[in-house]
């Protein structure tokens, strides 16, 4: 069963970066698809990049577009997402997500979780 686990978060200024990254245990030809979700307190979880580990196709959503970038090193079975120019309103436990194909952000669509870490964006 795949396992993941991220890790990364920390407290940080607005303007600042962070860098998550996602240990993915198996990393087999299932579960291509690895997504990168954020959800703060009282609001829904919110999938805001996705990539596809074979063919390398990304997606963004439009609240990070331009400031967060979704990659991986496959030799190293990690994803990242590396974040610029934080805002306060990015403040949220962000969670890596893997499934067997690409299609949406909906977190129902997603197999696997790891458990969270904490990006805190003071201003």
């Known amino acids: 069963q795949e396992q993941l686990a991220e890790s990364g978060g920390d407290s940080v200024q607005a303007g600042g970066s962070l860098r998550l990254s996602c240990k993915v245990s198996?990393?087999?030809?299932?579960?291509?698809?690895m997504g990168w979700f954020r959800q703060a307190p009282g609001k829904e979880r919110e999938g805001i990049a996705v990539?596809?580990?074979?063919?390398?196709?990304?997606y963004v959503s439009d609240s990070v577009k331009g400031r967060f970038t979704i990659s991986q090193d496959s030799a190293k079975h990690m994803v990242y997402l590396q974040m610029n120019s934080l805002k306060p309103e990015d403040t949220s436990t962000y969670y890596c997500?893997?499934?067997?194909?690409?299609?949406?952000?909906?977190?129902?669509?997603?197999?696997?979780w790891g458990q969270g870490t904490q990006v805190t964006v003071s201003s």
């Open positions: 198996l990393w087999t030809i299932k579960n291509i698809c």
């Open positions: 997500a893997a499934a067997r194909q690409c299609g949406d952000t909906i977190p129902a669509s997603f197999d696997y």
């Open positions: 990539r596809n580990r074979r063919s390398g196709s990304t």
